[in-house]
Nanobody, 123 residues
């Protein structure tokens, strides 16, 4: 089992920044690809970004490319999502996820999930 705990969400004005953190415990952190998904009210959960176990390869959804950066600190068992130039449409609950498979972009490819953290962007 892998336990994931997100933090760092909140209310921010459009154009602002937030950094989300995902602390992992329970298994070897470097065995897992890490990812961020988000879900807005009434919408399906969607892929945001993913990072390979070593941190050397990342993938992003087109909607966040150039604004969001995913990273990980394997010594701290923590993944991050730096979000800059936030837009109203980025408002959602953001979830951290872990998978043994590399760089998946679908929720069913991930084995473990955090409880989510709310990000609200005011226009």
């Amino acid at each position: 089992q892998v336990q994931l705990v997100e933090s760092g969400g909140g209310l921010v004005q459009a154009g602002g920044s937030l950094r989300l953190s995902c602390a992992a415990s329970g298994r070897t952190f470097t065995d897992y690809t890490m990812a961020w998904f988000r879900q807005a009210p009434g919408k399906e959960r969607e892929f945001v970004a993913t990072i390979r176990r070593s941190g050397s390869i990342t993938r992003y959804a087109d909607s966040v490319k150039g604004r969001f950066t995913i990273s990980r600190d394997n010594a701290k068992n923590t993944a991050y999502l730096q979000m800059n130039n936030l837009k109203f449409e980025d408002t959602a609950v953001y979830y951290c996820a872990a998978a043994r498979l590399p760089l998946g972009t679908h929720p069913y490819e991930y084995d473990y999930w955090g409880q989510g953290t709310q990000v609200t962007v005011s226009s």
